[in-house]
């Protein structure tokens, strides 16, 4: 959600803080500001609604010297308790002007605080709960036991705060220090010779330094030129660890590579993802092979006594989640539910010792995930996360981790990292697979070999891509769009239905083609689009033909059928008014090539219609925020 960016060094402030803002703007804000610190006593804040380039504008409108000095910090807000307006946007200034904050995620004892400063005369400018942070903040700073010691002033105020947040404190009487903290939502430190940073992704500061220290929950971080001094929130540093650790990607891997939006680079990205995310998960032993989890702290012997697996997860992640179910229950026996992580600890699971918990989130910082994972914690399961975010909060809550290593994702609608999802749960349903003996040694191994040829297939695929764009542009003022699939190819419909939903901004709806005839089919009239994603005539038989009958029905009343099937199912051509083939492959597999046409589809339309792909209205990367 909010990008934010803090650093102390021998730079100017504001081209550092100003860049980090651009390499953040992928996590999705409507309003951008900056605060820096001069060095002899003064705060400059200007802030602005709207796209970053609009306080580039009036940044440079201000005059010479204005915005000098080397210390700084800026913002990219994703508005919760406000508009999005210039008066809402972050950084927010105490009233004598010498204290600024800028906060990600929502204080949620705001109310009573917000009561007590007007009570003690304290004008507030905003609507935002941030805004009294900083108020607090200046009144502990001025007056009390606090008085005149910055860093004390902020952890006596942090210790008030309730709710899930990241705060940055400057005051322009230490211009050489700021003051960060840390509760459920991302922060992480990064160490360079002569300068620091703090930022909420390390895309912020990965063109100055690739040496990073990861904040555990509730802890506070002081940084100066010189390092860093990491407490709790009651100002204890014994015994506070960190994990410093280094980024093993750089810059060039956030940039375009020449292409005109990041999605669609990403896109093309994909058989990497899909490669990088499987190697070194199968290891040779004297039995032939095993899959082997990343950081898995989850015995065999635990793997045995699982009697039930939940999914849990949201967006995307949820559309992987469902895929899942179909891997693990066909590999394993076990029944497996899969949940909106929103819904899951509202409604009671039934969970205990014996519940595997399995949690999906390209961030490892998503609130509802999050949430998720700590009620099935309280409850006694074990939780194994599935994440792209090396040591993010969800891996470090949970029992035992597999990391997919797409890389930074940078387009908000998920591709990549959908996939990469996709696989890790595959390599999940088999290593359970294997723990439980449901299947043979040599079975795994096949399953995974077949898994391992899917990246070259996934390439394939993408050749399909200029079809698929002529067919989208055809398209693109068509007001709604359907989705049908069976069996693994309904999560890939809603799947596709919603990348259509996010990037385009047009009605469209996937459903199970079964039911069909329960209620969809009286939506199809003449020329309506609808997308059908055909399984194997080879694996799955009957539902090929029932699927074949379902295309029938609809192109009867009118559809303009877009069907998605295996090279040389030729069955299905006459019913195709549009064509899409993709490589042959295992039914459970099919999905991790049936999705990328429809990521395809969905940003050549969005384009079509003028709309910005990699920054679709109102939706933000990672939401860290309930």
Known sequence: MCGIVGYVGYRDALGVVVDALRHMEYRGYDSAGVAIL????????????????????????????????????????????????????????AADGKVAVVHNGIIENFAPLRRELEVAGVELLSDTDTEVAVHLVARAYAEGPTAGDFTASALAVLRRLEGAFTLVFAHADHPDMIVAARRNTPLVVGVGQGEMFIASDVTAFIEHTREAVELGQDQAVVITADGYTVTDFAGRADGVRTRPYTIDWDIAAAEKGGHDYFMLKEIEEQPTAV???????????????????????????????????????????????????????????????????????????????????????????????????????????????????NGAQIPRESDAVLYTRTGPEIGVASTKAFLAQVAANYLVGLALAQARGTKYPDEVAREFQELEAMPKLVARVLETAP???????????????????????????????????????????????????????????DGLPVIVVMPSPKGRAVLHSKLLSNIREIQARGARTIVIAEEGDDTVRPFADDLIEIPSAPTLFQPLLSTVPLQIFAAEIAQARGYDVDKPRNLAKSVTVE
């Open 275 to 389: 490669a990088d995310t499987l190697i070194g998960h199968f290891t040779t032993d004297e039995s032939g092979g095993r899959i082997v989890l990343d950081e898995q702290r989850l015995a065999d012997q635990e793997l045995r006594e699982f009697d039930k697996v939940f999914v849990v997860a949201c967006g995307s992640s949820y559309h992987a989640g469902l895929l899942a179910k179909y891997a693990i229950e066909h590999w394993t026996r076990l029944p497996v539910e899969v949940e909106l992580a929103s819904e899951f600890r509202y409604r009671d699971p039934v969970l205990d010792r014996s519940t595997l918990v399995v949690a999906i989130s390209q961030s490892g910082e998503t609130a509802d995930t999050l949430e998720a994972v700590r009620h099935a914690k309280e409850q006694k399961a074990r939780v194994l996360a599935i994440c792209n975010t």
């Open 38 to 93: 001069d060095g002899a006593g003064s705060l400059a804040v200007e802030r602005k609604a709207g796209r970053l380039a609009n306080l580039e504008a009036e940044l440079a409108e201000s005059g010479p010297g204005v915005f000098a000095g080397s210390t700084g910090m800026g913002h990219t807000r994703w508005a919760t308790h406000g508009a999005p307006t210039d008066r809402n946007a972050h950084p927010h200034q």
């Open 467 to 525: 079809q698929v764009r002529a067919i989208a542009r055809e398209l693109a003022q068509v007001p709604t769009v359907l989705f049908l699939g069976r069996h693994v190819g309904y999560p890939v419909a809603l799947e596709g239905a919603l990348k259509l939903k996010e990037l385009a901004y047009m009605h469209a709806e996937g459903f199970a083609a079964g039911e069909l005839k329960h209620g969809p089919i009286a939506l199809i009239e």
